[in-house]
């Protein structure tokens, strides 16, 4: 069964901690997104990589940190550096790069108090 | 930077009636793609559109792409509960494909 996989769906931390988020996917897609949506917005781009082992900056990349040390794998870890962690991360794949639709992850809630 | 602005960003209608959201680019796109969010879902592709003037329909769905390529339209006809969820459209800078330009989405409610 294809798909992306997020892990957990609900996850809570303490301020000040650093929390990793998980994506996988096995539909052998080389182009992947960290994605951030906050009530009643839009989905703001953290990071993307065109390619295992090559990532770029998003709109929002500051206190966020990514790997693609596998073509699966994609994982977010929001650092004690993000001012404001608490939100709905979103994890999404293409087959690449641009015009290609994306496909998302369930998504994980992230709570920082 | 640039922009996809979509309105309205709340639309409240009553089962059987339409349904209609815009989405308008600061720039030319080479793309626009719509997504659709149900309430504490992820977004779902619904279609993407490529050509200058585009008509794709699906069902009681109907989608346009601008003669210009700077914006683009969505129209459900006949709203049914099941249409409840936050509509999104995303393009493709037509000189930049690299990322999706993304409009805030329009939430819509259906009375049933």
């Known amino acids: 069964d294809g798909g992306i996989t997020q892990s957990p769906k609900y996850l809570f931390r303490k301020e000040g901690q650093n929390v990793t988020l998980s994506c996988e996917q096995n539909?052998?897609?080389?182009?992947m997104y960290w994605y951030r949506q906050d009530p009643g917005q839009g989905l703001r781009l953290i990071y993307y990589s065109q390619i295992v082992n090559d990532f770029q900056k998003g709109d929002i990349a500051e206190g966020y940190s990514v790997s693609r040390e596998k073509k699966e794998s994609f994982p977010l870890t929001v650092t004690s550096a993000q001012k404001n962690p608490t939100a709905f991360y979103l994890c999404?794949?293409?087959?690449?790069?641009?015009?290609?639709?994306?496909?998302f992850g369930q998504g994980t809630r992230l709570t920082v108090v | 930077g640039q922009q996809v602005m979509q309105i309205p960003q709340y639309q409240h209608v009553q089962e059987g009636e339409d349904f209609t959201t815009y989405c308008n680019s600061s720039t030319t796109l080479s793309n626009i793609q719509w997504y659709k969010q149900r309430p504490g879902g992820h977004p779902v592709f619904l279609i993407q559109?490529?050509?200058s003037g585009e008509v794709k329909k699906q069902k009681r769905l109907t989608f346009q792409f601008g003669e210009a390529k700077k914006n683009s339209s969505l129209h459900i006809t006949a709203t049914q509960t099941t249409d409840v969820g936050t509509y999104f459209c995303?393009?493709?800078?037509?000189?930049?494909?690299?990322?999706?330009?993304w409009g805030l989405g329009t939430s819509l409610a259906v009375n049933p």
């Open positions: 539909l052998n897609h080389d182009a």
């Open positions: 999404a794949s293409s087959i690449v790069v641009g015009n290609t639709e994306a496909f």
């Open positions: 559109l490529v050509k």
């Open positions: 995303a393009g493709h800078n037509a000189g930049n494909n690299r990322k999706l330009i």
